[in-house]
Nanobody, 128 residues
Framework: QVQLVESGGGSVQAGGSLRLSCVAS?????????MGWFRQAPGKEREGVAV?????????YYADPVKGRFTISQDNAKNTVYLQMNNLKPGDTAIYYC???????????????????WGQGTQVTVSS
């Protein structure tokens, strides 16, 4: 049973930082696959934030609004992917979801079609 469990959400003021964690269990896919973070704000479509290949060179991809502020990283030994979020803005307020695809990030990208496994989400609230 594949499970993705997020943690690390919370409430911060603008300019603050948070680190999200996503632990994957039951995932025995030995080849490269894309894993990362999406978010959904109230009344808006879900959007990709940052994703990374879990094997190979660990290529990373970021949505334009978070480039230079967010960093995705992984610890393969712990089956964990992190999202370090710095200089948070009120526009970053959303539920953040961890997701895993069965293909690499070159194919999966920041669209959600190839992501078959999803976590339950963690709330991030940024106040001005």
């Amino acid at each position: 049973q594949v499970q993705l469990v997020e943690s690390g959400g919370g409430s911060v003021q603008a300019g603050g930082s948070l680190r999200l964690s996503c632990v994957a269990s039951g995932y025995t896919y030995s080849n490269n696959y894309c894993m990362g973070w999406f978010r959904q704000a109230p009344g808006k479509e879900r959007e990709g934030v940052a994703v990374t290949d879990t094997r190979g060179d660990g290529s990373t991809y970021y949505a334009d609004p978070v480039k230079g502020r967010f960093t995705i990283s992984q610890d393969n030994a712990k089956n964990t992917v992190y999202l370090q979020m710095n200089n948070l803005k009120p526009g970053d307020t959303a539920i953040y979801y961890c997701a895993a695809a069965t293909v690499g990030c070159v194919l999966a990208g920041l669209g959600d079609l190839d992501y078959k496994r999803w976590g339950q989400g963690t709330q991030v609230t940024v106040s001005s």
